[in-house]
């Protein structure tokens, strides 16, 4: 096959500019994880815009900021939409998993991080770590600890503004082999790759490193954390991920004889 060059980005949250100064046309096939929404600012407006200017034929996952019934629907309609699903990207097989793993899950593994351990709160904090995580783990910076339960319940409201998986509805997704000399989208990444903050624990998804074994791709596209834009080779697999598309962040991928070269641009 002569190389072929894809566009990847992920993690738009509303930032519609930055979408409009990409030139699609310039690019063979373009692959995007999700979280065309923002949480905290929720546009549906703005969301469907977004969705507008993508080309028709982008490859496309929902993330898991993208809750809006409108805008999920529209996205999961798309013509190349690969939730769970596998299609072909000039003759390579492309699948995907969109959502991610509750947020309640990553807090608990959060909590028993720093549980286990109570000097961690401190080095999590010198390090700059956010407080958000520390909140939601029902941590204080005095290390008083509120029941995980009572957070949840608190603060309903935040947790259902992301869709979430269980790991165990992904493990029945493939048969084996499928994704040979191909590419696996996810917008959450796999349990142990690009998924660990400073001072935090490794936070990714069993169940997606599960699927990479089972189905055997040699690309593995991911977003979710901002923060760990990177590439990783690893055991004849390639990981990626740009960075995301609110900062400005998105990657570029040359194909050529089942060898992908991953680039990390910015606007």
């Known amino acids: 096959m002569e190389e072929k060059v894809f566009l990847f980005i992920t993690d738009i949250h509303q930032q519609i500019d930055n979408v409009k100064a990409l030139d699609f046309s310039i690019y063979d096939g373009v692959i995007c994880a999700g979280d065309i929404i923002d949480p905290a600012n929720q546009s549906v407006e703005t969301g469907k815009k977004i969705l507008s200017l993508l080309p028709e034929d982008t490859f496309i996952i929902p993330g898991n900021c993208d809750t809006d019934r409108e805008i999920y629907s529209l996205l999961c309609g798309m013509k190349n939409c690969i939730e769970r699903t596998t299609k072909q990207i000039f003759n390579i097989p492309i699948a ?8 309640e899950d990553d807090i608990n593994v959060y909590r028993d991080y720093f549980l286990d351990d109570k000097t961690r709160v401190d080095e999590f904090i010198n390090s700059g770590g956010s407080h958000f995580i520390l909140k939601y783990a029902g941590i204080n910076s005095n290390k008083t600890v509120i029941d995980n339960k009572t957070i949840i319940r608190q ?25 040979t000399n191909g590419i696996l989208v996810t917008h959450s990444p796999p349990y142990g790759v690009l998924d660990k903050l400073p001072g935090l624990p490794h936070i990714g998804s069993n169940g997606v490193l599960h699927c990479i074994q089972i189905a055997n791709p ?33 990657g570029v991928i040359h194909v050529k004889d089942d060898t992908f070269d991953c680039l990390i641009k910015k606007l």
């Not at 995907?96 to 947020?103: A, F, K, T």
């Not at 259902?160 to 084996?176: A, M, P």
Request: overall charge negative.
């Open 155 to 179: 603060n309903t409201v935040f947790f259902e503004k992301f869709i979430s998986y269980t790991e165990s509805e992904l493990y029945d997704i493939f048969n084996g082999n499928e994704l």
């Open 96 to 103: 995907g998993i969109g959502r991610s793993r509750s947020l």
């Open 218 to 250: 040699t690309l593995i596209l991911s977003g979710h954390f901002h923060e760990l834009a990177g590439i990783v080779h690893e055991n004849g697999k390639v990981y990626f991920n740009p960075g995301s598309l609110k900062d400005g962040y998105y």
